[in-house]
């Protein structure tokens, strides 16, 4: 079974600029995350998916993040603009039922 | 408000030593889940160990051994027979409900460096 598949894995822009990182759950899982994982930090929620719905983004900061998970599969995240203190590791996670998988990250070096 | 605390920054030991990292998690809720993910250098999360609050059955998987205790509200993970290959950051993490799919809430993590 293949896993969650991310892109990009690494990723420097400077600040203002725009960039968006892709996810790709496993199959058949109907619930997708977006966490950030600042360093020396465990990861937080930023937004959560059911099938192609928004169930949680109250910790998504919505004046410069989005999110959108067409046809309940593939998703996106965007920042537009980054700032400095969105460098951090953007992760995608898919579960079915009980366990969370996660997918390797993209890292943001925002300068 | 769910809280998980793991208050080892950073532990090192030497290959073959058993070692235990400590995990503490506050909730209000009666039913959850408790988690252990390893994250090694390469970034990604790798599920370890799912266990349900009304479980306290201690788990063992090969050198990994988990101790779940709900008195004391702790979800401990012991490594035995260290390797070097044990290297990571090690998150304890909670789930406020059975259905699972709810978010995760994790501790800071604690960083092992096992020594050859």
Redesign the interface.
């Known amino acids: 079974e293949a896993g969650v598949a991310q892109s990009p894995r690494y990723k420097i822009i400077e600040k203002r600029q725009s960039v968006a990182f892709w996810c790709n759950p496993i199959s058949g899982h109907a619930t997708l995350y977006w966490y950030q994982q600042i360093l020396g930090q465990g990861p937080k929620l930023l937004i959560q998916f059911q099938n192609n719905g928004v169930v949680d983004d109250s910790q998504l900061p919505k004046d410069r993040f989005s999110a959108e998970r067409l046809k309940g599969v593939d998703s996106t995240l965007k920042i537009q603009p980054a700032k400095l203190e969105d460098s951090a590791v953007y992760l995608c996670a898919s579960s079915s039922w009980e366990t969370q998988y996660f997918g390797p990250g993209t890292r943001l070096l925002v300068l | 408000a769910q809280k ?1 605390t793991q208050a080892q920054t950073e532990i090192s030991v030497v290959e073959k030593e058993d070692v235990t990292l400590d995990c503490v998690y506050e909730t209000r809720d009666t039913t959850y ?1 408790l ?1 252990w ?1 390893k994250q090694p250098p ?6 370890l160990i ?1 266990r349900n609050s009304f479980d306290e059955q201690n788990e063992i998987s090969g050198r990994y051994s988990w101790n779940f205790q709900k008195s004391t509200s702790s979800f401990n993970f012991t490594i035995t027979a260290s390797q070097v290959v044990d290297s990571a950051v090690y ?1 304890c ?1 909670l789930s406020e409900d ?4 709810t ?2 809430v ?4 604690t960083r092992l460096s096992v020594i050859a």
């Open positions: 998980v889940y988690f993910y390469s970034g990604e999360l790798v599920f799912r998150f993490a059975q259905s699972g799919n978010p995760l994790f501790g800071k993590g």
